[in-house]
């Protein structure tokens, strides 16, 4: 092996660690290679065996997750996205992907470019991208630090989605003290393929060309894997050249190019380069093609000068694809990507050795076999030691006795609508297009977004979904309530749940409490996914989630795609008339352990999360879309954060945008202290409205169902929100509240003072 | 209200493709699949315009904008055409991104610059029909108010005093940004822009150029169809003036 034809350091243990490499994986890359490595294979190997690429402590626990259905095109992990059936010849792409780190030091490209990456591995597949969605944590609302990641955050996920052309139609937020300086962006994108245009990540057929299509390479991200790996810290802000720089223009053009070399049918296989850029493409293409290739590195398009092997190999510039062609159709390739200027460098060649073998300027550089590299290959897997935290038992036995009853209800009412976790998002989504390509359906869709297959004729939901508090408090029955709530959303909006992508963000996996944590909740996921018939389909795992004072609430972040025959047979969340009955699905049992409300209005994260039996919620989802499907409801609103009577004010919110001043006034309350009921957190609640002579029918379903269900009042055309004495608000004035409070904390006229103690008794 | 076919009539529209269009497919779909025209695209490096009736510059980021929003497009070479159709009488409708490359052009006189609220922002807004003697609102009634959607992050239409002085003398504001009863309200105005231009004409009245976007208001099936009014007018327009012309022969 040469070495001396470039100026690389000596690859040895100490380099090896440097690298992030222990030294028994320094001794496997021996055993893997026959030999020791050079500088630019350890380097391969370093970051493909990073965290961020071989999932090496995540992936025996992450098969614990059901991931098999009737629908599902692609297995877990097999392709760059999971990929589901959704009738007439088309399969809906879909993925979510972390990209915490770099928005920790660089909120704006780092958010930017988590974009970017979503959507690359949705489109390499061969489907245009139709929507796309974030889930965002953020630390103290509050705080300056807060709102400078906040503000560059969603600039960047606006800046890149809008100027790209996809709509962001869903996500959600939350602030919480666990995310300061250690904030979680996560992206997901939704995209539509025909069948017979799928493309595989695969390198097959010896005698094919590997091209290199889109940016030119630099040093922009090189070890971003490596550092996705690691804990934030003091010296994270000198990581910051690790941080991609995107160009949604380049991304644009790359998605026509790319599609309409598809379309044409001239690719044998393709992939995006994200983490481990030319490294992992080249390598997981080869594994999986069970092909070797010969790529020369001096042809790569370098857009620096002086950038050695290693660099070209580990760079994670932007907007490039590697593409596997028919050497008689490079021509017609590379017509395609003339037309929309840009580059197409025809690199290496597919051969049927089992070796990526690397030239630089007529010498050796590397040679590995690909195999050795990959998750599923020979990439390490370990199982961490599993230790339950000490704050488990002690914050679940917490007595929530002592709990003050609000003496003023109205008021109360008003601070929770105008909590940061709960109040309107419209200072972010405002700053999203979240309509172009006229696929997004205008209407008060508050559960999830719906978007309109122009190719079918069906609609699609979509949702993110994590309560990080809940999981934090109880990982296992966290987890569940996130599958559970994210289909909810999906069913309250009249659509059928199909399949899960996850994100699952956790602190450092070697400490035994976090590691427990992931494992807890990989637990209740994978309950909730078997009993409401929403395999896994694929997804992300970002560990060492923590900042110097500890780790992130534990956030396995739940996408969900659901979908529905017509847009007729959608469901919105306002009141429609004054006159029809408010009824609530579910039973209520106040229970306010780990509630919005406790942390709001108490500063307590403390006490038993919320119970749910997946199987109630399973014939709660049923008995919803049946009670859709045959027009008895008027409007479905799924019951979260803040309870009972926030779900009611959100429904009126609706209703009020629309010029429609309606009111609500509950009827008897039941036996159970108003706190409890008004803002109890019980899981497996839908809020529903319906005409009165209605009633007795969806009576008679919910019996058949087994689903509780309670009358809980009327709507009025008064415009006021009455409830027993306790409560008598004119709706607009808590609109108003609901509607500027994010404003407020972000333009820095709300204090501390006035933020609640959201997450300081943790 | 459910757009229907106008006249029966089929009029040619030619939507221009610059490389970072995303609206492109918008118009087409609204033109071409809801009001059921001939509708084509035509590719930014072209240099004809395939004999269409009318040009739509549609909504995007055409050469990436980094600059400033249609800095580039104005020197590309379909442009050329565009302008000697324009000078020629020729229907042109710029919308956002294409406003803003008709002022780049010098169809359309002032600019657009950053939002004063200096975010990106997507959402219904209202518009006031200033006047419905144009190709564009002969179908709206006077004073009318529309409910469109914006989706922009440079849509503040700046002028100096003499040419605002200009289009208000020659009823060239054919949009502007109210609130829902069609007052003209400073809270209403969504990006600053001066006198509350949503939406203006050249002096001859053949070149239109506004920030919102009627074609995502054309389909029923999302519920909003106030654009419609804006299409279907210019199609009506489109038909008028052949009918015109063939009686005339």
């Known amino acids: 092996m040469t070495t001396d034809t470039v100026n690389q350091p000596v690859a040895n243990l100490e380099t090896a660690q440097k690298l992030g490499l222990t030294p028994e994986e320094f001794e496997k890359i021996r055993q893997a290679l026959g030999r020791d490595p050079n500088y630019t294979e350890l380097s391969m190997y370093s970051v493909m065996w990073s965290e961020h690429c071989s999932y090496k402590n995540s992936i025996s626990q992450i098969k614990r997750l059901p991931r098999e259905g009737p629908k599902l095109l692609a297995g877990a992990g097999e392709e760059n996205a999971g990929l589901v059936d959704i009738g007439d010849g088309y399969a809906v792409a879909f993925k979510i992907e972390s990209h915490n780190h770099p928005s920790a030091v660089e909120p704006y490209q780092g958010a930017a470019t988590g974009v970017g990456g979503i959507l690359r591995d949705i489109f390499t597949m061969g489907a245009r991208p139709v929507a796309a969605l974030n889930s965002l944590r953020f630390g103290d609302p509050a705080s300056e630090r807060t709102k400078y990641l906040l503000k560059g955050v969603v600039k960047g996920i606006g800046d890149y989605g809008n100027s790209f052309g996809v709509p962001t139609v869903a996500g959600e937020v939350y602030f919480d003290r666990s995310y300061n300086e250690n904030p979680l962006v996560n992206a997901m994108a939704v995209g539509i393929v025909r069948h017979d245009r799928v493309v595989r990540a695969v390198a097959k057929g010896a005698g094919n060309l590997v091209l290199i299509v889109g940016s030119s390479t630099g040093r922009d991200g090189i070890h971003g894997a490596t550092f996705a790996s690691e804990e934030i810290s003091e010296a994270s802000e000198s990581k910051r050249p690790s941080v991609q720089v995107g160009d949604p223009f380049t991304e644009k053009l790359l998605l026509e190019a790319t599609l309409e070399t598809i379309r044409a049918g001239l690719v044998e296989g393709m992939q995006d380069m994200g983490a481990a850029g030319i490294t992992c493409s080249t390598c997981e293409m080869s594994a999986k093609g069970e092909s070797g290739i010969e790529m020369d590195l001096s042809r790569v398009p370098l857009r620096e000068t002086g950038m050695q092997p290693f660099e070209i190999l580990l760079s994670e510039s932007q907007e490039r694809m590697l593409v596997v062609v028919k050497p008689e159709n490079e021509e017609a390739v590379r017509k395609i990507f003339d037309k929309w200027d840009l580059r197409c460098e025809t690199v290496g060649v597919v051969t049927d050795g089992k070796m990526v073998n690397l030239k630089w300027n007529g010498a050796d550089a590397g040679s590995v076999p690909p195999y050795s590299l990959v998750l599923g290959g020979g990439a390490p897997v370990y199982t961490r030691e599993i230790s339950e935290p000490a704050y488990f038992q002690k914050l679940r036995k917490a007595d929530l006795s002592g709990v003050d009853e609000p003496a003023d209800y109205g008021e109360v009412l008003g601070r929770m609508l105008g909590s940061p976790n709960i109040c309107s998002r419209n200072w972010i989504t405002t700053q999203y297009d979240s309509m172009v390509r006229t696929n997004t359906i205008n209407d008060c869709y508050l559960d999830a977004a719906v978007v309109r297959l122009k190719e079918t004729g069906k609609v699609l939901s979509m949702k993110t979904d994590c309560n990080g508090r809940y999981v934090y408090l109880n990982p296992h029955r966290g987890a569940m309530i996130a599958v559970a709530e994210c289909a909810r959303n999906l069913v309250a909006v009249g659509t059928k749940p199909l399949a899960v992508t996850n994100c699952l963000n956790f602190g450092n996996p070697y400490k035994p409490e976090i590691y427990w944590q992931f494992s807890e909740s990989i637990g209740g996921m994978a309950e909730a996914c078997a009993v409401l018939g929403t395999p896994v389909t694929g997804g992300n795992v970002s560990f060492y989630n923590e900042n110097p004072e500890g780790a992130v609430y534990p956030t396995p972040v739940i996408g969900m795609v659901g979908e529905a025959d017509s847009p007729e047979a959608t469901m919105t969340a306002d009141f429609k008339d004054a006159g029809d009955l408010v009824i609530l699905l579910g039973e209520t049992h106040g229970r306010i352990g780990g509630s919005e409300y406790l942390a709001m209005i108490h500063g307590k994260v403390a006490g038993e999360v919320p119970e749910i039996d997946i199987h109630i919620e399973k014939r709660l989802q049923d008995l919803t879309l049946d009670l859709i499907g045959k027009r008895l409801v008027k409007s479905a609103h799924d019951c979260s954060e803040g309870g009972l009577i926030v779900t009611i004010c959100e429904c009126l919110f609706g209703a009020h945008r629309k010029g429609n001043a309606l009111g609500v006034n509950f009827g008897e309350l039941p036996d159970i202290r108003p706190d409890r009921y008004f803002f109890g957190e019980d899981q497996s609640r839908m809020v529903i409205s319906a005409s009165k002579r209605d009633l007795a029918t969806i009576r008679g379903l919910a019996g058949a169902s087994g689903v509780a269900i309670r009358l809980l009042g009327e709507v009025t055309g008064d415009g006021m929100l009455t409830a027993g004495g306790l409560i008598q608000e004119r709706v607009s004035d808590l609109m108003g509240i609901y509607e500027k409070s994010l404003e407020k904390f972000v333009s820095g006229a709300v204090t501390s003072d006035g933020v609640g103690r959201s997450g300081t008794d943790r | ?249």
């Open chain 2, 1 to 249: 209200m459910k757009p229907r076919r106008t006249n029966g009539s089929v009029k040619k529209f030619g939507v221009v493709v610059f490389p970072g269009s995303n609206c492109d497919h918008d118009a087409y779909h609204a033109l071409g699949k809801v009001l059921r025209q001939d509708v084509r695209f035509l590719w930014h490096k072209d240099s004809s315009l395939d004999g269409v009736d009318a040009v739509i510059l549609p909504g995007g980021f055409s050469y990436g904008d980094y600059l400033r929003g249609g800095a580039i497009a104005r020197v590309s070479p379909i442009m050329k055409e565009v302008v000697s159709f324009a000078d020629a009488g020729g229907i042109v409708i710029g919308i956002c991104n294409g406003f803003q490359i008709l002022c780049e052009a010098g169809l359309l006189p002032g600019s657009l610059i950053r939002n004063a609220g200096l975010t990106f922002l997507c959402r219904f807004v209202h518009v006031r029909v200033e006047h419905t003697r144009s190709a564009f609102t002969s179908g709206c009634r006077e004073g009318e108010v529309l409910k469109l959607p914006i989706a922009h992050g440079e849509g503040n239409y700046f002028a100096d005093a003499e040419t605002l002085a200009g289009l208000e003398r020659n009823n060239q504001i054919i949009f502007r940004y109210c609130d829902a009863g069609g007052s003209l309200t400073g809270e209403a105005n969504p990006n600053g822009s001066l006198n509350g231009i949503a939406g203006i004409v050249n002096e001859r009245g053949n070149v239109m150029g506004m920030m919102p976007h009627p074609e995502r208001a054309t389909d029923p099936v999302l519920r909003e169809t106030d654009g419609a009014k804006i299409l279907l007018s210019t199609i009506s327009h489109l038909v008028e003036k052949t009918q015109l012309t063939h009686s005339t022969i």
